[in-house]
């Protein structure tokens, strides 16, 4: 199993540019996240999706729309990148209930000139 | 809201050091609490967590123990290796999982151990 995926790796965006960040999981959870890792700042929550369909803002969303098309998959997108944006992402998913661990993706890793 | 705080870094400690890492959190309720590791390059891996009260995670040599009367979940090893080296995230969780406000994670502190 691969547990949780994030594609890319890596990105280099202009200010201004569009561009989707995807995560998969084959865990077979029902909740999954968004969030961000900022030097000196920890994480931070960008959005979070119960189960299909449904998705709720976290703590820092704005510029940010998400995408929770079925169980697998949760998608983040940005549609004018600026460069406050310049971040490490992570895909988090958790099974959901009483279960309380997550598990998180590799990262991306996104630069916005 | 929920807070945790724990030391900044960097941590520098020799090969076979004791370590202590301190994290205090606030929460409204009886969060779960986790630590949580990053090896360079890497995402975050579950290293141990406790749900209750006195309970004591442990892992890889790593424990940590819920002390709900002074809101703490220091973590300690009693002798460090190189291969330590990575940033530790404490982390709180209330209602499990996180529901939708997700985990609320410490800033981190970056370990560095020298041979």
């Known amino acids: 199993n691969a547990g949780v995926t994030q594609t890319p790796k890596f990105q280099v965006l202009k200010t201004g540019q569009s561009m989707t960040l995807q995560c998969a999981q084959d865990?077979?959870?029902?909740?999954m996240y968004w969030y961000r890792q900022d030097p000196g700042m920890g994480l931070r929550l960008i959005y979070y999706?119960?189960?299909?369909?449904?998705?709720d803002k976290g703590e820092v969303p704005n510029g940010y729309n998400v995408s929770r098309l079925n169980k697998r998959e949760f998608s983040l997108r940005l549609e004018s990148a600026a460069p406050s944006q310049t971040s490490v992402y992570f895909c988090?998913?958790?099974?959901?209930?009483?279960?309380?661990?997550?598990?998180f993706g590799p990262g991306t890793r996104l630069t916005v000139l | 809201g929920n807070s945790v705080t724990q030391m900044e870094g960097p941590v520098t400690l020799s090969e076979e050091a004791f370590l202590t890492i301190n994290c205090t959190y606030t929460?409204?309720?009886?969060?779960?609490l986790f630590w949580y590791v990053q090896y360079p390059g890497e995402g975050l891996q579950l290293l141990l967590k406790?749900?209750?009260?006195?309970d004591k995670g442990s892992n890889k040599g790593f424990e940590a123990t819920y002390r709900k009367e002074t809101t703490s979940f220091h973590l300690e090893k009693g002798s460090v290796q190189v291969s330590d080296s990575a940033v530790y995230f404490c982390a709180l969780s209330e209602p499990p999982g996180g529901g939708a406000d997700g985990l609320t994670f410490g800033k981190g502190t970056h370990l560095i151990i020298q041979p």
């Open positions: 865990m077979n959870h029902n909740s």
């Open positions: 406790a749900t209750k009260a006195d």
């Open positions: 999706s119960a189960s299909e369909g449904t998705t």
């Open positions: 929460a409204t309720g009886y969060p779960s």
């Open positions: 988090a998913t958790l099974l959901g209930g009483s279960t309380d661990t997550q598990y």
